[in-house]
């Protein structure tokens, strides 16, 4: 089992009054907050913050987490013998037991030993977690495995965590951020009480090609200059295979050509639209053939590309 | 390990579900939804105070509610008008997404 300061989490010494605690904790939580802050691991900052906190305002559990001793943040440790002969435990494979979940089950342990040794039930606890999904699975619908670390409770009533594998249905037209609710699969229950729920949220990661816009997508065609000013016929790679673009003269760099229906579908399976904005790319290096070429098209052609009205001369 | 194959619950705009099942999944109590149905921040999908129904994707909103409740010890007004602020910026992120995909990107340095 790792050892968590929580002291340190919440930036405390071990002396700290239940006023430092709550003022601790606000200040890092409106930091940290997962619905509030912008930081990029505020989600795993704040739930140690707030394990922090419901371990050290909780009279009880801060009781019986300072009866741990205090160890260097992260090491691992082993409970002293009263926790074991609390659990009755026989083992002394600590490994797969989270600190958090050990302290949870030891305070509800001892608010039934205040109620006169009943055994009452107590509800597994909802978990949330990611599901990384593509644009390939989101066009054509897929399924998608999900493995987490949940706790379960051996014979002896100690929470042990163990990893789950989940396979889930990630139907066509799932949108990013879109939530799904998998009923009693989070925590186990204790003495009868029921598993608590695991939330899903699906997470679509940028492509290397396209950029989502709703259900469109934008892709970068780059053109060669003749192939903008003469037009031409070009493939253009679709989630749904490669497809034929009739890119017509006279095109210029920035146009949006649109590709109806090859975008991505939405639930009710209407496809959104793809977008090839033309680049005008050049090649950095120049045969003396095609240098030729060139000179020869600019002494000949009229053409100004620059027209700045109202500039000083 | 063993993988599970699992029925799942989209919380979506299409499925229903009733007020008893927003309260038991999210942790809020029932004066509290109520509370929360009053200030326009969670919406039913009929108009019978007496037998509410929702889609599924409020169940998303008043857990939202119930953490920031426990998280900031917020009462319903706090709550309403955190939710509102944090839907806002929600909206214009995703407005900034969608424009930043129809820029061009460069391709080279």
């Known amino acids: 089992m790792k050892y968590i300061d929580y002291y340190q989490v919440l930036g405390l010494g071990r002396d700290a009054t239940q006023d430092d605690i709550k003022k601790a904790y606000r200040k890092l939580a409106h930091q940290y907050h997962p619905d509030v802050s912008s930081e990029s691991d505020a989600e795993h900052k704040f739930k140690q913050v707030a394990e922090a906190y419901a371990t050290l305002k909780d009279p009880e559990k801060k009781a019986a987490y300072d009866s741990l001793g205090s160890h260097p943040q992260g090491q691992d440790f082993v409970p002293p013998n009263q926790w074991q002969q609390h659990f009755h435990e026989q083992s002394t494979d600590f490994s797969d037991v989270d600190l958090s979940d050990l302290l949870a089950a030891f305070a509800a342990a001892q608010r039934a030993q205040h109620q006169e040794r009943a055994r009452r039930p107590y509800n597994g606890q909802d978990f949330e977690a990611t599901l990384p999904v593509t644009l390939e699975q989101v066009y054509a619908g897929a399924e998608a495995e999900l493995t987490i670390s949940l706790p379960e409770y051996d014979a002896q009533g100690m929470p042990r965590r163990s990893p789950k594998t989940y396979r889930i249905r990630v139907p066509k037209g799932a949108s990013d951020g879109q939530r799904l609710r998998l009923p009693q699969k989070g925590g186990a229950g204790f003495n009868g009480g029921r598993a608590g729920d695991l939330y899903v949220t699906m997470q679509l990661q940028p492509h290397k090609l396209y950029r989502v816009s709703g259900r469109d997508l934008y892709l970068d065609l780059p053109l060669a200059p003749w192939e903008a000013a003469l037009g031409a016929k070009v493939q253009v790679p679709t989630l749904g295979g490669t497809v034929e673009m009739n890119i017509p003269e006279g095109t210029v760099a920035g146009r949006k050509l649109r590709l109806t229906g090859r975008g991505l579908p939405d639930s009710s399976g209407r496809q959104g639209d793809l977008y090839a904005i033309v680049q005008i790319d050049v090649p950095v290096k120049l045969s003396e053939r095609e240098r030729e070429l060139l000179r020869q098209w600019a002494t000949e052609s009229r053409f100004n590309p620059r027209s700045f009205p109202g500039a000083a001369t | ?109």
Request: glycine letters at 4%.
């Open chain 2, 1 to 109: 390990m063993k993988t599970q194959i699992t029925e799942s619950v989209w919380l979506n705009a299409s499925d229903i579900c009733s007020f008893e099942h927003v309260v038991e999944v999210s942790g809020l109590s029932p004066q509290e939804l109520h509370a929360l149905i009053d200030t326009g921040v969670i919406e039913p999908s009929n108009d019978d105070p007496g037998n509410y129904f929702f889609h599924m994707q409020c169940i998303v909103v008043a857990r939202k509610a119930r953490r920031l409740r426990d998280d900031f010890d917020l009462d319903t007004q706090g709550l309403a008008v955190a939710l509102n602020l944090l839907r806002r910026v929600g909206d214009l992120e995703a407005e900034i997404a969608d424009l930043r995909a129809r820029l061009v990107s460069s391709r080279r340095p």
